[in-house]
């Protein structure tokens, strides 16, 4: 189903964070139509009151105006609650329009799980310092269903990181959610460990995720769900991935656990 596209006006754009790695967020769009089953920001869904997740999407009309003329000081994160290259964006093109707008001395880091940020390779050329980073796991098949319905496959991804690197931006992998058994870290560096320039890792944060995706891990995935639940397994589970990143000696922002 399409989602609902809820057209307003913002205020500002540039809202500060403690996000790691970033002083600013900007979120030209508020909700996203890759509608991930354990998606941190599913919250807002709740106090906005448009609907389930995924079936809405408010964009900020106004968010190019708003970006003309300033310079934040500090590393801005594109985005925090949305993807800024979800499908809506190839009609709405609002995301482009930002970027055209933006300062080019803007110090920009954009997380993506979506091929069409290659779209905009001309005006991230522009940018004195940008980085470009996918979400990369495994996931296929069933995962891919449950976990990430309405995204593109990881091989859609990768293949984007590869031509972002080829045209000289810098990129890297956000590999995330790690969850335990469900991610084949081994693949994941070796598919990508050519074209990343650095990797951030993060375990997946089960209560961020929300009951109804803790009660679709259980179910669907009960090992997996035991040993988040479990004090020495996910020990052992974390010295595990530690180890594959050593293994692999992989330039890492780090290891996110919540
Ligand atoms: S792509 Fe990101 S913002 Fe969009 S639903 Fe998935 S996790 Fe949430």
Redesign the pocket.
């Known amino acids: 189903m399409k989602p609902k596209i809820i057209k307003t006006q913002a205020k500002e754009i540039f809202t500060k964070t403690k996000l790691p790695g970033a002083d600013w967020v900007i979120n030209q769009y508020v909700g996203?139509?890759?509608?991930?089953s354990?998606?941190?920001?599913?919250f807002i869904g709740r106090w906005k009151g448009y609907g389930e997740?995924?079936s809405w999407i408010e964009a900020k009309i106004n968010a190019p105006e708003l970006v003309k003329g300033k310079l934040v000081k500090g590393r801005v994160f594109m985005?925090s609650?949305?993807?800024a290259y979800?499908p809506i964006e190839k009609e709405l093109g609002l995301t482009r329009k930002v970027l055209e707008n933006m300062d080019k001395n803007t110090d920009l880091s954009i997380?993506?799980?979506s091929d069409l940020v290659l779209r905009d390779i001309d005006i991230l050329k522009q940018f004195k310092s940008v980085d470009v980073g996918f979400?990369i796991n495994s996931f296929s098949g069933k995962e891919k269903e449950i976990f990430?319905p309405d995204?593109p496959t990881s091989e859609e991804r990768i293949k984007a990181m590869k031509m972002l690197k080829e045209s000289g931006i810098k990129t890297y992998a956000f590999v995330s959610p790690t969850i335990p058994g469900l991610i084949d870290l081994n693949k994941v560096i070796d598919q990508t460990k050519d074209y990343a320039d650095y990797y951030w890792f993060e375990v997946l944060n089960l209560r961020g995720a929300g009951k109804e995706f803790s009660d679709i891990l259980e179910k669907e995935y009960p090992e997996s769900y035991k040993i988040m639940g479990d004090r020495d397994l996910f020990t052992e589970f974390l010295s595990d991935l530690k180890s594959v990143i050593q293994k692999y000696g992989v330039k890492t922002k780090g290891i996110e656990i919540h």
């Open positions: 996203c139509g890759h509608n991930c354990y998606c941190y920001a599913r997740w995924g985005s609650v949305s993807d979800q997380l993506t799980k979400t990430e995204s």
